[in-house]
């Protein structure tokens, strides 16, 4: 049986459910092994994290490059582990680092790619929604290994237990995927809910929240969904640019996508389109937003979103 | 320093697009220059400016470099009416349908005979939405990648480049020696207008058009190719409510849907 490899995602040293999605397409095109490329000291508590899913197997590598010198030095090692599995097809998680990972791999072990894959099929096509979700589009990749990006939230994982065997690689990062040194981070401060691009439920606020996102907030809370927000409310320095939902912001897809006082740019579009389900709340009843809202509350966020909240709270007490 | 920076000419973001033998249908839409690559041109030209400028004869050049048909020089020009000082326009009825991993081996051969210092781009075209040549770029270069820099210092004389980004993994400093190639959001700045002045000198810049020979390049096919794309049907409105008791509807909607 042919070996698919993921790469595996962690953000602050902690896996992601994206893995078991990741694991998940791998398993239909072959045996599943997952590379987790770890600081030095932090691989097998990062390794024992990869425990959901279809995973057969983990290869661990240590360095602090991957830290400290980012995409160059996880491309490095990973086209290594190409060059020597020989894999059917390789998956990354489908945002902006695992997309500049596959980037690179991709030219390093001279193989075609594909991003924002929101499925793959057993024959390695990979279904992508272009033009703003307007078209579907079927690929494949024609030449060496198929490196492809899956977008977080697209496929519907198996998170059956797993206890993968661990083999851990001696492998070096070069000195020429040292050239870019991160000398410092500070992490986000993310406040208790889930990961934008992870999360079953967004609440998003835009230009009609005139820079108060409490009811937004308050509502997404009751439904343990992520805040996002769009380009007009990032851009006024209401809510930090890393919550932006559309163009040159994040991709979201999730199962309900709740769009506050948000008018529905395209851009903004591009970035939730693929959401399942699309609720508006507009004072504007010309918003065009309403146009792909499978429910549309004309009415003003700040007296819509408390009453709401209260209807959650009392349907899940 | 000589600077670099990559810009490419898209359909018109309201545009509507089809494909047409898999790819993407460019003759029938208006065309414009990337208005994400507007803050990279910007951003060369600030960098430039705040180390003695890129005015003829100063310290610093800015050179605007582009892969397209030939009405792309349109594009190419609106970024030297900006203020950059010359351009290259690679442009050969091979490079139609090229895909990042081909246009990223076009440009980074013409960046490696120009001797440039940095390359500046922009965060992704706003058609394809791939966000990957700014990192191929570095690969193919050997240079160091600084990409999705909201805050970008250059230090001409220690050769040395400092960018702050915003990443998932929270707010990172980097810095790398010359040569880089770097990728800036559009937080970063307010990317000028072109004056009258700058459009009018803007006709008189060189754009140096080149054919793939003259790069020493040669394009395969796409290493991915697209087997089929059909539209897919628009979402259709659903229920839109107004009344006072919107906000209970839309509790019971999301009941209904099983997402409470």
Known sequence: MSNVLILADFVSSKATKTNAELATVGARIGEVTAVVLAPSGKGAAMAAEINKGPVSKVVLVESDAFVNNGVA?????????????SPAAVLIASHAFGKEVAARTAVKSGSGIITDAVDVSADVTATQLVFGGS???????????????????????NVAAATPA???????????????????????????????????IVVSGGRGTNGDFS????????????????????DAGWYPHSYQVGQTGKTVSPQLYVACGISGAIQHRAGMQTSKTI?????????????????GVVGDLFAVLPKATEGVKARKS | MKIAVCVKQVPDSWAEKKMVNGVLDRESVDAVLNDLDEYAVEEALRIAEAHGGNEEGGPHTVTVISMGPERATEAVRKALSMGANDAI????????????LATSAVLAAVIQKGGFDLVICGTESTDARMSVVPAMLAERLNAAQLTFASKVEVDPSAQKVSITRVTEAGVEEMNASFPCVISVVEKINEPRYPSFKGIMAAKKKVIESRDLAAVGVAVDSAW??????SPRPPRAAGIKVSDDNAADQMVSFLAEKKLI
Do not use: C, W, Y
């Open chain 1, 166 to 200: 661990v083999e851990t690689l001696s492998l070096q990062v070069s000195d020429a995927s040292k050239k870019a040194t991160v000398t410092s981070t500070q992490p986000p401060v993310q406040g208790g809910r889930p990961e934008l691009t992870e999360a079953d």
């Open chain 1, 73 to 85: 030095a996880v491309a490095d090692v990973l086209a290594q582990i190409i060059a020597t599995q």
């Open chain 1, 215 to 234: 009811a937004v907030e308050g509502f997404a809370d009751s439904l343990g969904a992520a805040v996002g927000a769009s380009r007009a409310a990032t």
């Open chain 1, 279 to 295: 609720v508006v709340i507009n004072k504007d009843p010309e918003a065009p937003l309403f146009e792909i809202a499978d429910f």
């Open chain 2, 89 to 100: 326009l690679i442009t050969d009825s091979k490079i139609a349908g090229a895909d990042a």
């Open chain 2, 224 to 229: 991915s190719l697209v087997a089929d794309s």
């Open chain 1, 135 to 157: 078209t579907t589009v079927h690929s494949k990749v024609s030449h060496g290994t198929p490196i492809i990006t899956v977008r977080p939230n697209s496929i519907d994982a």
